[in-house]
């Protein structure tokens, strides 16, 4: 299996802060890698997919890069609403595998 | 818009056999195009790919689950069904039916069902 290992596991910024998560595969994975955000009691929601693909109604404050095995996840300009949990999940083989996540607070 | 619902009972003795439902509306489960997934997640806890079944009948699981899983269409009824055998403990968890678009992005997810395993 794929492992996805993502940091930090926390992360408590103020709003309007640049917020970067990375996520590292074990294994070259292209840019097959999405970005999921998850409030408390709810379903995880798609913000990113193939690497860096905005999602249709998704803010443009949300972006995804990387390729091969290094990825980042930005939100660049944090605001109050976007606190929750943020999971990367890679689609390049079976079985898909998600990050540890990483839980988003405002400070 | 595609919607997904799951159900099923909320509390499964070890070692029985958990069963849940996904009904799908706004769309067709019989579909050259997406690929319909469980994914659960223990509370606290991050995410588990179970499985998935695309044309109603090729599906994938988990080798993590050890051929406990099995998933299935019923087109009749536009619904989606997971079978987990020999449940324990640690198969208590959320589980999500969700849809997936494209090379491997999951877009639709149900609102999820509580499953706990407990005698």
């Known amino acids: 299996d794929i492992q996805m290992t993502q940091s930090p596991s926390s992360l408590s910024a103020s709003v309007g802060d640049r917020v970067t998560i990375t996520c590292q595969a074990s294994?070259?994975?292209?840019?097959?890698i999405n970005w999921y955000q998850q409030k408390p009691g709810k379903a995880p929601k798609l913000l990113i997919y193939?690497?860096?693909n905005l999602e249709t109604g998704v803010p443009s404050r949300f972006s995804g890069s990387g390729s091969g095995t290094h990825f980042t996840f930005t939100i660049s300009s944090l605001q109050p609403e976007d606190i929750a949990t943020y999971y990367c999940?890679?689609?390049?083989?079976?079985?898909?595998?998600f990050g540890q996540g990483t839980k988003l607070e405002i400070k | 818009q595609v919607q997904l619902q799951e159900s099923g009972p909320g509390l499964v003795k070890p070692s029985q056999t958990l069963s849940l439902t996904c009904t799908v509306s706004?769309?067709?489960?019989?579909?050259?195009?997406?690929?319909w997934n469980w994914i659960r997640q223990p509370a606290g806890r991050g995410l588990e790919w179970i499985g998935r079944?695309?044309?109603?009948?090729?599906?994938n699981y988990n080798p993590s689950l050890q051929s406990r899983a099995t998933i299935s269409v019923d087109s009749s009824k536009n619904q989606v069904s997971l079978r987990l055998t020999s449940v324990t403990a640690a198969d208590t968890a959320v589980y999500y039916c969700?849809?997936?678009?494209?090379?491997?992005?999951?877009?639709?997810w149900g609102r999820g069902t509580q499953v706990t395993v407990s005698s």
């Open positions: 969700v849809r997936k678009r494209g090379r491997g992005s999951f877009d639709s």
């Open positions: 706004g769309g067709s489960v019989h579909t050259d195009v997406y690929f």
């Open positions: 079944i695309y044309r109603s009948v090729t599906t």
């Open positions: 294994q070259d994975i292209s840019n097959y």
């Open positions: 193939d690497g860096s």
């Open positions: 999940q890679h689609c390049d083989s079976l079985p898909y595998t």
